[in-house]
């Protein structure tokens, strides 16, 4: 991997002419402010090197480029989104000396953590493209949120763990430049945290807009592509049920929905934006509940217990039962096989193992659990997520045949530093809350509202111009295969895993 300035090899020259984008890698690591190091993504992006386009969702990353614009004539660097922006910095001007040296102080320390950062982030790119080939051209890289607070802030309500980005890779310079000129960066933060940097040389964010949780998204009209790297809000607290933070984490999607649609830069009218294929991976934050009153959701409680049990015991039907019957996220997606079928009978009623279908609760171990179908509110409503299908869902468990080979197990919480076989810490319950959702569209398959079989579509494949400049875009079309998915347990540096997967298209 190298810069735009380089020259162009015979093969990337080959695949410009090729102008089609034939496979896809996605990843998605939460790093928990963590340094990725080479041989860690040499693990993780192992088959990243032979696609033809490489996208990459980082939360709590501990670097960050600050290196100028946002746009160039053929990529975008680091939009300008973070606070140790220099143009911010703002003297007093009353003549009280001991706030201007307070000021100097600030800035001069703002100063040390850009120069450490800029020498960090050039080790983590570097990582990063030791792992891609020669071929591969940088089209983005988008972030927001500030760096991570020192080890001596304990205090959550200002202590930050580093930046949501989203970096893209295409093979061929001419392809990835007509691709960078063409995209389009939506930045939507959601969060409500309060910056860590002293309000003397910078405003506070305003309710709901603080960018350690929000989207990263690039719009990429010539391949028709909604890239959406997102980090949503956390359960961060014990004894309070999951519907809570869901309803939180909603409202956050809803208004990074509204981000994309009402974006001034692009065609806004329902047809142009529903063209756009949404990928979306990150830390949704969705967690497993398997039990949810009050006693039982204390740190290393009732709920721990009963998920982490399932997950030593080690069965893959068992584990398959958690993942279809308890992950919230499936069950908002509406990927539950029981839910879909009492929709489409009718009912409002979500029936469960020992569940009476003129019930709406369910009894396990002494403690109610709530099924009524008014808790769980379709993510479906959310045009960004109206047609997506959760690739773990759809590659790891959907398929009874595909489950005894490829059993992904939760992706949180595991203890840093831990050496496998990695145990789940007690601080949260264990949850698959790093996922990758991709557009039926992308895939070209649709789910029959007669039954639970996937079945194949048809769609035109139109060669696409550039008005402007007379020149034939980039082409995303076939169908789409999932050729590969799985996680990296053997990295430790997070209390995450990492996410991968590689789509081709025939």
Known sequence: MTSTSKTTTTASSHHDNNNKISSIFLGTFNVNGSQVTQPDCQKWLKQAERADMVVLSF??????????????????????YCRYDDNRVEEEEDGNERKKEENVAAVK????????????????????ESCLSSDHYQVADIAMGEPPSSSSNNNNKHKWYGFIRLLVYVKGEVTASNISKSSIPIICPVGDKASSYSTTTHPNYKPSQSPDKGAICLAIPSLSLLLCSMHLAGTNKYNVPETIFDDIRIKQLQTINDACFNNTEMIVDDASFRKLRPIVLGDLNFRVEVLSSEGEKERGGKDFCAVNEILMEGETDKVRQLFLEYDRLCLHLGHTTRRRQQQQRGKNEFIMNNVNENENHITKNGSTINVDDKSFPSLRRIDLLSDVVDLIWRESFQNKQKTSSNVILPTFTFKVGDVPPRSYANKRTPSWTDRILVSQRLLLLLLSESDDNWICCDKDQETMHSEEEGIQQPLLVGSGEVTSIGTNDDIVLSDHIPLHCLIHFK
């Open 59 to 80: 939360q709590e990353c501990g670097t960050c480029r600050k290196d100028g614009s946002t746009h160039s004539p053929k990529r975008m660097h680091v939009h300008d």
């Open 109 to 128: 320390e703002e100063e040390e953590t850009k120069k450490c950062m800029m020498e960090q982030d050039k080790e983590f790119l570097s990582s990063i």
